[in-house]
C-alpha cells in the first residue's frame, strides 16, 4: 500500500480535463498522453476498441465516451490528474459535474470542422464554472486541415481570447513539425514511427519567418495588455525574455483572460509532448486558485475553503458502481485530509461516514493509498450515506459545497423484468444506476402500474438498458421512447383547504389557504410562508412542503407539474390534533384542487438543434423541419461546402430522425441535440395525442 498523496507538493499538482465535440479526439489526446507519461506500454486507439479510458465495453463498441473516467501520470515532475469526459450531448451531465471539480481543461478541436455545436456547450460550461483552459487543434494531417480558421472561429463564435503559440509546418499530408512561437525553435517529427519521437532545431523555416512574427507580435499585444512590464518592452522594441512571457502568460490563463492555442495530430503522435509541457507551463495547481466558496451549515454564512486549512473538506462528484469493490464514490479534496478508517461527516444527511478504503484511479484500475490530501482526486470505498454532490467534513467545522445542479431527463421509455427471477434484480439495479447518473430517474406510473426510466436522450437511455444487461445480467423488455411531458397552472387562483379526520382515538386537523400562480419557464417549484403572528407553527411548515412536492410529482394528466410559485398566506390549527403529517394531507389536496381550478396546461420538451448539411441539401431538410413543427431560427456555412441550420424542435417529433436526414443528404448529414425549454402543447396535438379539451 502507498503512502497516498502526501509527498506530492500542491504546486506540482494539476486537475485538467480533457472536453471536446464529440469525434474531435479526445480519448485519442489522452491515450498518447498516457503513453508519454508512461502510464501505458502500448497505445490505445479508440477505432480498434483498446483506448485505456474507454473501458465500458459499450464505450469500445461504439468509439465514444460515456463517463468520465478518472486517472493520474506524471511529466516533469508535475502530478497530473486527468478527466477524460464524454463528447455526445447525451452525456453532459458528465461533463458537467466533471468541471466542477477541475482546476484547468484541454479544449480538444478538430482542424477541419474547428468549433463544432457540441465543442461550444462544453466551452459555455467551463465558462460558467471559470475553468482555465488550453486549446489543442488537433488532427492537422487531415485534408481540409485548417488552423488559423480554427483560433478565428474560437475569436468569432466562442468570444475567447486565443492566441496562437504554435505554428503548423505545412498541413493536410504534409504536416511535419510545429514552431514554438515563444521559443523560437521547429520541432521536426519522425515520419516513419508514426512521429513518435522529433528533433528539435533552434531556427524557424525561412518561408515561415513572416508568419510566425505575425503571431508573435498577437502574443505580446496580448499580454501588454496584462503585463505592464511586457507592454513597456513591446513599445520600446527591447528583447523581452522568456520567462516573463511564460509567467505573464501563465498568469492570464489562470485569470481566463487568454487562451494559449497547441496544435498536432494525437493519432500521429505529433504535439503531444509540447501539449504536456504547456499544461505543465500554464494551467493552475490548486494553489493557484483562490479560495472555494462554501456555506456554514448551522449558520448559513459563506466560507472560504483553502488547500491550507487543517480541517477537512471533500466533494462528492461521482458515484461509480464496480463490479469488484462495489460503490465508488470519487471525491476531490479541497481540504484537510482524508484517511483511511477515519470518520467523516456527511451535514446534509446528518450521518457519520467512515472510509474503509482509498483508492488513487487509473481508469478502471486502482491503487490503494493510506490518504488523499488537498488538491488530490481519489476514490472511497464504503461509503453508506453520500451521494453525487455530497460535502464530506468534520463534525466540529461543518460546511456545504455549492449544490451541484443537473437537467431534467426529458425522455422516458417503460422497461419490465423478462422473467420473475429478474423482478428483484431489476429493482436492485437500477436504484444503482440512478445513484450513479443524477439525469436518469426512476418512477413507477401510478395509472398502469408500469417502471418508467428517463434520461437525457435515446442514446443515453439505449446505453443504460445495455448496461443492464451486461453489467447487472438481467433481462429485461423495452417498451417505445415516451416524451416527458410536464403540467403548470394557466392562471393563478386562491384555495382553501380543510383536512378534518375525527377517529376513536387522536383526530386529525390542518387548515390551509394558498395562492398559487404561474412562473417562467425553468423555475420549478418555489414555495412562501407569508403568514403571520405563527398562525401554522413553523414544525408544520415542513409537512407542508412535503405536501406540496407530493402533489407535483404528479399532476391532473398525470405528469410532474413544474413552473409554480405556492405561497401559505393563512391557515389554522387544532391545539391536539394538528400535526406535521395533517398538514402534509392538506397540502396535496390543497395544491390538486388549486390545479383543477386554474385549468392545467400540459408542456412538452423543445430541443435546440444544430444540423450540418451540404449546401444543396438544405431545402429539403429545412421542409422536412418545418413539418416537424420546427421553429428554424438561422444559418451559419462552415468550410467544405456545408452550412449549419439552427432550429429548436419538439422532441416528440425528433424520434428516428437520424435515418430521415441520412436518406435526404446521402448519409453526409450530422446533427446535435439538446434541451432548450418546456413550451405549451398546441390545442391539436393535444386533441390527437390524449384527447384532452380545455
Not at 265 to 290: H, M, R, W
Not at 445 to 468: A, F, P
Not at 492 to 510: I, R
Not at 600 to 614: A, G, Q, S
Amino acid at each position: 500500500m502507498s503512502n497516498g498523496c502526501r509527498n506530492t507538493y500542491l504546486g506540482d499538482i494539476r486537475n485538467i480535463g480533457i472536453m471536446a465535440h464529440i469525434d474531435a479526439g479526445k480519448t485519442t489526446t489522452t491515450e498518447r498522453i498516457l503513453f508519454y507519461t508512461g502510464v501505458s506500454r502500448k497505445m490505445g486507439e479508440v477505432h480498434e476498441g483498446t483506448a485505456v479510458m474507454d473501458w465500458m465495453e459499450q464505450e469500445q463498441e461504439r468509439g465514444i465516451t460515456i463517463t468520465s473516467a478518472a486517472t493520474t501520470c506524471y511529466w516533469k515532475e508535475k502530478r497530473i490528474n486527468i478527466i477524460d469526459t464524454p463528447g455526445h450531448v447525451d452525456f453532459t451531465v458528465e461533463v458537467e459535474r466533471s468541471l466542477r471539480i477541475l482546476d484547468g481543461a484541454i479544449a480538444v478541436f478538430c482542424a477541419v470542422a474547428g468549433v463544432q455545436p457540441q465543442s461550444e456547450t462544453v466551452w459555455r460550461q467551463a465558462d460558467r464554472y471559470k475553468v482555465p483552459r488550453i486549446a489543442f487543434v488537433n488532427k492537422m494531417d487531415r485534408i481540409g486541415a485548417d488552423f488559423f480558421n480554427v483560433v478565428k472561429m474560437m475569436k468569432e463564435v466562442l468570444g475567447a481570447n486565443a492566441i496562437a503559440v504554435q505554428v503548423p509546418v505545412g498541413k493536410e499530408e504534409t504536416f511535419c513539425g510545429i514552431v514554438d512561437v515563444i521559443g523560437m525553435k521547429t520541432y521536426y517529427y519522425d515520419s516513419d514511427i508514426l512521429g513518435a519521437s522529433y528533433r528539435e532545431v533552434d531556427e524557424v523555416p525561412g518561408d515561415m519567418v513572416s508568419v510566425v512574427n505575425e503571431q508573435r507580435e498577437k502574443l505580446f499585444e496580448a499580454l501588454s495588455e496584462y503585463d505592464e512590464d511586457i507592454m513597456s518592452m513591446y513599445l520600446e522594441g527591447s528583447e523581452i525574455p522568456r520567462e516573463k512571457v511564460y509567467a505573464a502568460l501563465r498568469k492570464a490563463v489562470i485569470a481566463n483572460s487568454i487562451f494559449p492555442v497547441f496544435c498536432g495530430t494525437a493519432f500521429k503522435n505529433k504535439g503531444v509532448q509540447l501539449l504536456l509541457d504547456g499544461v505543465v507551463e500554464y494551467l493552475p495547481s490548486p494553489a493557484d486558485l483562490p479560495p472555494v466558496e462554501a456555506e456554514s451549515f448551522k449558520q448559513g454564512e459563506k466560507v472560504l475553503v483553502t488547500p491550507s486549512d487543517c480541517e477537512p473538506g471533500a466533494l462528492v462528484f461521482k458515484i461509480m458502481s464496480d463490479p469488484y469493490v462495489g460503490e465508488l464514490s470519487f471525491v476531490r479534496v479541497y481540504s484537510g485530509e482524508l484517511k483511511t478508517g477515519q470518520q467523516y461527516y456527511n451535514p446534509v444527511m446528518e450521518k457519520t461516514e467512515r472510509i474503509g478504503r482509498l483508492l488513487r484511479m487509473h481508469a478502471n484500475k486502482r491503487e490503494d493509498v493510506d490518504s488523499i490530501s488537498a488538491g488530490n482526486i481519489g476514490a472511497i470505498v464504503g461509503l453508506k450515506h453520500s451521494t453525487t454532490g455530497s460535502t464530506l467534513c468534520s463534525k466540529q467545522k461543518q460546511f456545504l459545497f455549492e449544490k451541484m445542479v443537473f437537467p431534467e431527463p426529458v425522455i422516458s421509455i417503460a422497461i419490465e423484468p423478462k422473467t420473475k427471477a429478474d423482478e428483484e434484480k431489476l429493482a436492485f439495479s437500477l436504484e444503482k444506476l440512478a445513484k450513479e447518473d443524477p439525469s436518469f430517474k426512476v418512477r413507477t406510473d401510478e395509472d398502469t402500474g408500469q417502471t418508467l426510466i428517463s434520461g437525457m436522450g435515446e442514446l443515453h437511455l439505449e446505453i443504460l438498458v445495455e448496461r443492464l444487461r451486461r453489467e447487472f445480467k438481467v433481462d429485461a423488455n423495452v417498451g417505445s421512447p415516451m416524451v416527458s411531458y410536464r403540467e403548470t397552472f394557466s392562471k393563478p387562483v386562491t384555495m382553501e383547504y380543510k383536512h378534518v379526520k375525527q377517529t376513536g382515538g387522536k383526530g386529525q386537523y390542518a387548515h390551509v389557504v394558498f395562492e398559487v400562480a404561474p412562473l417562467d419557464s425553468g423555475k420549478g417549484i418555489e414555495f412562501e410562508d407569508v403568514t403571520k403572528g405563527g398562525v401554522i407553527p413553523k414544525e408544520y411548515i415542513k409537512g407542508i412542503e412535503k405536501g406540496i412536492e407530493a402533489a407535483s410529482f404528479s399532476g391532473k394528466y398525470g405528469f410532474p407539474v413544474v413552473d409554480v410559485r405556492v405561497t401559505l398566506i393563512d391557515g389554522s390549527t387544532h391545539e391536539v390534533d394538528s400535526s406535521e403529517m395533517a398538514f402534509q394531507v392538506a397540502a396535496v389536496n390543497c395544491f390538486r384542487e388549486a390545479e383543477e381550478k386554474s385549468v392545467p396546461k400540459i408542456l412538452e420538451p423543445f430541443m435546440k438543434v444544430e444540423i450540418t448539411v451540404p449546401e444543396n441539401c438544405v431545402g429539403d431538410v429545412v421542409g422536412n423541419l418545418q413539418a416537424r413543427r420546427a421553429e428554424v431560427e438561422g444559418f451559419e456555412d462552415v468550410p467544405g461546402g456545408l452550412k449549419i441550420i439552427k432550429a429548436t424542435v419538439p422532441l416528440s417529433e425528433m424520434f428516428g430522425y437520424m435515418t430521415n436526414l441520412r436518406s435526404q443528404t446521402q448519409g453526409r448529414g450530422t446533427f446535435t441535440m439538446q434541451f432548450s425549454c418546456y413550451k405549451e402543447l398546441p390545442e391539436s396535438i393535444r386533441k390527437q395525442k390524449f384527447g384532452i379539451i380545455y
